[in-house]
């Protein structure tokens, strides 16, 4: 990339009623891609967007999965949920229609991350109080159990909170436990192969790339995501070696595109970065109004999604005026092919 300089911004407009503000790179457009309304109960809010989720993935028809989180931060704890899964095009979700979109069956606290071949979806589970945690597969809204779940009667269990997966070229999976501190390392078929394939504190979410190097992304020094503190980026190579690429950034989320550049959606600095091998930053996109990236994503290039028009746009979970409630997904289009620099 070249430099760690900010670079030059545009200014986009998001459709708002606030007239909130998204300053993306000069070429790209955004523009709100899933909302609701309905959702939020604080009546002085009233904000718009849909029940808080903290993780999305993309299939290879181009439908958005969005995983609930657990504390709907209505009153009570909710966390056996379901998935949505809003089709091309994007949607504008209410209370009365909202059970249209769910797909999958409940799960404890789940979150959605890698596929393979184009069609499976792996989501990751666990129980706090039990805490035991799983690894599904799931393919046309079918669950199977992938990894870990309830250990036989005196074992330890496998897995304690997985949250984010990858898989390589081969199909084997990598699963990162963040209560644990570790990556695990699974077949094609969830047979273990290394219980702590790597070592970093508090792994969350993690993105494979074309040279079969995991990054990841972890809370570091702070003991959740939305607490002040260091987060981290890690590099490792096909033969285990972590290396620490930067650190300073909250990684909420993080996803690979065109180039293999890491785009990095850094919570408390209300902002989307672009990081090299290097470990070299600059700032893509920035919120405004209290907004906040929670989760991000590109869309595959497939004949679906080409004939829908969003092949390689950038999928991202927004916090919208600091109203946790509720969520968009904000949509960023434009040449990603080409160089930041």
Do not use: K
């Not at 609930?68 to 089709?87: K, S």
Request: proline share 6%; aromatic share 8%.
């Amino acid at each position: 990339m070249g430099t760690c300089a900010v670079l030059a911004v545009a200014l986009v407009l998001l459709a708002s009623p606030a007239g909130a503000e998204l300053r993306v790179l000069p070429g790209f457009s955004a523009a709100v891609y899933v909302t609701g309304q309905g959702f939020d109960v604080a009546s002085t809010r009233a904000a718009r967007g849909l029940p808080s989720t903290s993780t999305l993935a993309v299939d290879h028809a181009g439908a958005l999965l969005l995983a609930r989180t657990g504390r709907r931060y209505l009153g009570d704890e909710v966390d056996l949920l379901r998935l949505y899964r809003i089709a091309a095009g994007g949607a504008r979700l209410a209370p009365g229609d909202e059970a249209r979109y769910a797909w999958g069956p409940p799960l404890w606290n789940p979150q959605v991350s890698a596929g393979r071949a184009g069609r499976e979806i792996f989501v990751t589970t666990f129980e706090r109080d039990r805490r035991i945690g799983a690894v599904y597969r799931l393919l046309d809204g079918r669950a199977e159990l992938f990894a870990g779940g309830t250990p036989p009667r005196g074992a330890a269990p496998l897995l304690v909170q997985p949250e984010g997966v990858a898989v390589d070229r081969s199909g084997r999976v990598y699963v990162a436990d963040r209560e644990r501190g570790v990556v695990v390392r699974f077949d094609a078929a969830g047979r273990v192969l290394d219980t702590r394939w790597a070592s970093v504190s508090r792994p969350r979410v993690l993105a494979m790339d074309d040279a079969d190097r995991l990054w990841i992304g972890g809370d570091g020094g702070a003991e959740a995501p939305w607490q002040r503190g260091e987060g981290e980026i890690w590099r490792v190579g096909p033969d285990g070696e972590a290396r620490l690429v930067l650190r300073g950034p909250m990684p909420a989320g993080i996803g690979l595109g065109p180039g293999g550049r890491l785009y990095v959606a850094d919570r408390h600095g209300e902002r989307i970065l672009v990081v090299d091998e290097a470990g070299r930053a600059v700032e893509f996109a920035r919120f405004t109004d209290g907004d906040a990236p929670r989760s991000l994503g590109f869309v595959p290039v497939t004949p679906a999604t080409r004939q829908a028009g969003i092949a390689g746009d950038l999928l991202v979970v927004t916090i919208r005026r600091g109203a946790w409630p509720v969520n968009e997904v904000v949509r960023i289009s434009g040449p990603f092919d080409a160089s930041h620099e």
